[in-house]
């Protein structure tokens, strides 16, 4: 029998929820952004440079970047954003008592390209769903029986 979440983490697993929808668009966001960057850097040989000798945004060889080097900028954060993705992940997984394929499932969702979009609807809908059922059935029980 599979674990249902408590009514009581209900504010919790509330909070949990509006954590991971933002964490996943940003990881999402970020990892289109690398996915950018990698193809310049590995398909054209230039990196993304920013506020240097050749105007705001420019594709330069790495090795002559003096401004600042967006690529690296945007390898890191995504780097920092998936850790936060991770917890978040955890985090609403603990508190809705899933199994741990859903968890990797969900985990996948940033290192995928778009993927944190999809998942991200459809964990967001289908947690919203549970946790209606989870409220009406404490309706029920709450409701005293004619007698």
Known sequence: MALKPKLSNLPRIRNALRLYRVTSIVTGV????????????????????????????????????????????ILILHG?????????????WSLMRWTFPRFLLIALGGVIPFLSFIVERRTHAQTEKELEALQSAQKVETIPSAK
């Open 30 to 73: 970020f990892l289109l952004l690398l996915v950018l960057m990698m193809v310049t850097r590995y398909g054209f040989g230039v990196d993304i440079e920013l506020n240097g000798p050749y105007g705001f945004l420019a594709l330069t060889p790495k090795e002559q970047i003096v401004g600042i080097n967006l690529s690296t900028i």
């Open 80 to 92: 920092w954003f998936y850790v936060v993705y991770l917890y978040s992940d955890f985090r609403l």
